[in-house]
Each structure stands twice: as structure tokens, then as C-alpha cells.
């Protein structure tokens, strides 16, 4: 048994199965051994500076799979960014995870062939990676994942699911979200194949993206619940050959699966923030009965992770009573870089236990199975993804023409976040330049999509904003 790394896990699949497609796009199919060789190339690059954080900027493919086998069999973490994320985001994650190695698209062009391999530097305790989330000071905040951790997930995943050698896994997430560590480890480290679209494919009609899973004979799709709820409203295209779906990163509701239903494929809600490795939770749901508001329960906690409700003491509450969801075990990685107030949600014991407070709140059914509620704070997901829209707000109120402003999130008729901007504008604003500046700073799920002039800011009496005064943009509701 190798250590508990995603690199030496990875090399055990790859000693295992050599020959076996580990990559698979349009135009060319990377076998496991090839994909090790390719990680050995691009590390002869940098092998020697030995770097603890080293930046990914690059385009979905095998390359950009190689290069974080590298940088994690180099003993350093790497840190991922979308090539068309802001320049400025970008700058500001690589700067504060202190990067000072960057791999492009263009650092892995001419390759020569790997002429000898290296030492497996990966710890088990040393960090995997950095993903960067919304912040509620402004600024995206860093979190710290260590190697082990995911290896755990991988052995979850692959407990539950039941996947390995023959099956292959759809690449459809952002890198910078933990959908793709799900997607790109739990393939990579149970010897299954991973099929990557080209962009074209990926941000094309629905039906480019089932054709390319067609051809490819893909077995697994992963995503959030916009892109299953999509897939449902055509589940004619979905191919025969897909047997499992897994929804993540928001509520899933039984309208989103109704069609999906009647096929002969395996349905998954997890639950779980990115502060405890992907997921924490699983619920199979496409044989199950959905709570009262249409939504699925998240499940039970998943091979070495602990999931407790808990009191405003941290006290455990009795089945059926409603406190924070919290998560202990395997999962829970380091906090965040810079030590951001956020950090007051990593607990540790007197006994040295650490768990994270998720800020969710729910409660155990009499099967004992859990039920997520909602948010504690004020955190939402946009497009599957995790917004604070004071981190929104902070940044509209930096655009000098904006006197005031303020961001609130509210919910559409099938119960998707929407984010709206309440503006006191000054002379000379334009709508189309401060939407232009928040692309700018913000990636463009989190530009509010509705803007509201006001004369002023409605108070209540102690001075604060007096949010049921606030006119209510009404959105029609895409799923329900």
C-alpha cells in the first residue's frame, strides 16, 4: 500500500494499468503510463527550484492534468486559475498563496520525452492544493487542502459509487471549484478514464456536450444542479452508456430529476463545502421520496468523516431538532491562508479534535439520514457556485461613481439565488461601465444580474439598511 497521497496513489493506477486510457479527448486518448511520463516531462522543468506553491493557469486537456501530477509528485501544492478569470483575481491568488512558479499553456509546449523519472516528494500531511472562494472582506479567500484528505475522498467515492477501471467521468467543472477534484481524482486514482471536451463542446448546446459523451461512452456525469435539471428537460440525449449522475454544490430538487427518473441510471445529492475535501455527505436520490419542499436529504456522513448537529454551544442536538450542520474527520483541511475571520469556523477541541462549523443548518430524520435547510449567514450559491454578497458589495462600492451600494440575494420561482445591486449613483454613472469594472474584479456569475437606481438607501431607525423596504426585482423561475 503506497502512502496517502494523490500523486503515489496515482502511480499505483498507472503501475496497474499502463496500457489503461486515463485521458480521452477528440483527437487523441492518454494512457495512464503516458500521463505519468508527461507529469515527469513537465517536472523536469522546474524539479530542481523546488517550489512549495506553483500556479496553474492553463486550457482543460492532459497537459493541465500532467502538470498538477507534477507539481503534487514535487512535494508543492498547486494553485488553479481559469485563463479567463480577471487578471487582476488571478494576480491576487497567485500573490497571497505566495506562487512564484507559474505553468501555462505555453510552459508545456515542445515537451521532450521524459529520459528519466523522479522522486515522489508528496507528504501525506503536505498540501494538495489551493482553491480560492468568495470572501466576505472583499477578496477571495484561500483554502488549504492537504493530501490525504482527498485520497480519503477518492476511497469514499469509490466505496459508494462502486467506479473504477472502465468507466469514465465527463471533465466539466471550473478548475477552481472542487467539482473538479472530484471529477479529475476520483477517476485518476480509482483507474478510470477521464473524457475532456474542447471548449467548444463544453460551452456549446447541450447536445454537443451528450454527442462528445456518446462518442466517448462516458459512464459518469458530475455537476451542479442547473446542469442536471438541463440534461432532464432532454433526457433523450442523455446516452445509454451514462449510469450514474452525481448533483453537487446546491439544493437539488425531485422537478430536476423527473425525467431522468425513468432511466436505468443512479442519481446522487452530496453535500459538502470545499474547508472539508468536496463532500461529506451522500443521499442516493433517484429511488427516493423527496422531503416536503421538494428537495432531497443530504444523506450520512461518507467513510471517514463524522457529520453532528450542533447547538449555538457546539453541544450536539437530538434527532429532529435544527442546528449547524458540522463536520469532523478526514476532511477538514487547514483553514484558510491569511487567517481571514473566516477562520473562527475551524474549531479544535480541548482534546484536540477540529471540526468545521459549515454555517448550514439541518437536522436528523427518524431514518437518520440529514436535511440541509439553509444558510446560518448570508452566503448563497450562484450557478452552483459559493458567493458572499457582501464580497460583490465591497467591490461595487470601490467604482467611484457609486455613492452607495449595496448587493442582496434573493430567490427565483424554482428556487435558484439571484443577486440584485441597489445603487445611489453619482454624477456622471454608467450602468454599462460598473458592470464592466465588476467583470473586471469579480469572475460573471457573481456581477449581480439586476441593478436598481434609488435616490437613498431605506433605514431603519438604528441606522441600518432597512432590507424589507428595498424594492423586490421579481425573477420567473427557470425549473419549477
Known amino acids: 500500500m503506497s502512502k496517502r497521497t494523490i500523486y503515489s496513489r496515482f502511480k499505483d493506477m498507472a503501475m496497474k494499468y499502463p496500457e489503461s486510457p486515463a485521458i480521452v479527448e477528440d483527437n487523441r486518448t492518454i494512457s495512464y503510463a503516458q500521463l505519468d511520463a508527461m507529469a515527469d516531462a513537465i517536472l523536469a522543468r522546474f524539479y530542481d527550484k523546488k517550489p512549495s506553491f506553483v500556479g496553474i493557469v492553463m486550457h482543460h486537456g492532459a497537459e493541465q492534468i500532467a502538470a498538477m501530477l507534477a507539481v503534487l509528485k514535487s512535494g508543492a501544492a498547486y494553485v488553479p486559475a481559469e485563463p479567463f478569470l480577471p487578471k487582476?483575481?488571478?494576480?491576487?491568488?497567485?500573490?497571497?498563496?505566495?506562487?512564484?512558479?507559474?505553468?501555462?499553456?505555453e510552459f508545456c509546449e515542445s515537451l521532450p520525452p521524459a529520459t528519466e523519472t523522479y522522486e515522489d516528494r508528496s507528504t501525506p500531511d503536505g498540501v494538495a492544493y489551493i482553491l480560492y472562494t468568495s470572501g466576505t472582506t472583499g477578496k477571495p479567500k484561500g483554502v488549504i487542502q492537504e493530501n490525504h484528505s482527498v485520497v480519503n475522498y477518492c476511497e469514499a467515492f469509490e466505496e459508494e459509487m462502486h467506479t473504477g477501471p472502465g468507466d469514465v467521468m465527463l471533465q466539466y467543472s471550473v478548475c477552481s471549484f472542487d467539482i473538479f477534484v472530484e471529477e479529475v481524482f476520483t477517476t485518476l486514482l480509482n483507474g478510470a478514464a477521464l473524457a475532456i471536451p474542447t471548449e467548444d463542446v463544453h460551452n456549446g448546446p447541450l447536445k454537443g456536450l451528450m454527442d462528445f459523451c456518446n462518442r466517448h461512452k462516458v459512464t459518469i456525469l458530475d455537476g451542479f444542479p442547473y446542469l442536471i435539471a438541463d440534461i432532464n428537460r432532454k433526457a433523450e440525449m442523455l446516452p445509454e452508456?451514462?449510469?450514474?449522475?452525481?448533483?453537487?454544490?446546491?439544493?437539488?430538487?425531485?422537478?430536476?430529476?423527473?425525467?431522468?427518473?425513468?432511466?436505468?441510471?443512479?442519481i446522487y445529492n452530496t453535500y459538502g463545502p470545499s474547508e472539508t475535501c468536496v463532500c461529506s455527505n451522500y443521499f442516493r436520490v433517484d429511488n427516493a421520496t423527496p422531503l416536503d419542499d421538494g428537495t432531497f436529504s443530504i444523506g450520512k456522513a461518507i467513510k471517514g468523516v463524522e457529520v453532528k448537529i450542533l447547538d449555538k454551544e457546539l453541544n450536539e442536538v437530538p434527532a429532529g431538532m435544527v442546528g449547524e450542520i458540522c463536520i469532523f474527520g478526514e476532511g477538514v483541511n487547514r483553514g484558510y491562508l491569511g487567517n481571514p475571520p473566516e477562520q473562527a469556523n475551524f474549531v479544535t477541541l480541548p482534546d484536540g479534535t477540529r471540526f468545521y462549523r459549515s454555517g448550514d443548518l439541518g437536522y436528523v430524520m427518524p431514518d437518520g439520514n440529514m436535511a440541509f435547510l439553509h444558510r446560518r449567514d448570508e452566503q448563497v450559491m450562484i450557478l452552483g457556485k459559493r458567493v458572499e454578497p457582501e464580497e460583490v458589495e465591497n467591490v461595487l462600492n470601490e467604482y467611484p461613481e457609486v455613492e452607495r451600494g449595496i448587493v442582496r440575494a434573493f430567490l427565483d420561482e424554482g428556487g435558484l439565488h439571484y443577486l440584485v445591486a441597489y445603487i445611489v449613483p453619482q454624477k456622471g454613472?454608467?450602468?454599462?461601465?460598473?458592470?464592466?469594472?465588476?467583470?473586471?474584479?469579480?469572475?460573471?456569475?457573481?456581477?449581480?444580474?439586476?441593478?436598481?437606481?434609488?435616490?437613498?438607501?431605506?433605514?431603519?431607525?438604528?441606522?441600518?439598511?432597512?432590507?424589507?423596504?428595498?424594492?423586490?426585482?421579481?425573477?420567473?423561475?427557470?425549473?419549477?
Not at 449522475?245 to 441510471?265: C, E, F, H, P, T
Not at 465588476?438 to 449581480?448: A, E, I, R
Request: no cysteine; proline share 3%.
Open 241 to 266: 452508456s451514462v449510469n450514474l449522475i452525481i448533483s453537487g454544490g446546491d439544493v437539488i430538487r425531485a422537478s430536476y430529476i423527473s425525467n431522468l427518473r425513468g432511466k436505468d441510471v443512479r
Open 88 to 105: 487582476d483575481r488571478i494576480d491576487y491568488m497567485m500573490k497571497t498563496a505566495g506562487v512564484k512558479l507559474v505553468i501555462t499553456d
Open 429 to 480: 454613472f454608467s450602468l454599462h461601465d460598473v458592470k464592466e469594472y465588476l467583470k473586471s474584479k469579480l469572475t460573471d456569475f457573481m456581477v449581480p444580474e439586476f441593478f436598481v437606481e434609488m435616490t437613498a438607501l431605506p433605514l431603519t431607525h438604528r441606522g441600518k439598511i432597512d432590507m424589507k423596504a428595498l424594492p423586490k426585482v421579481l425573477k420567473e423561475g427557470t425549473y419549477k
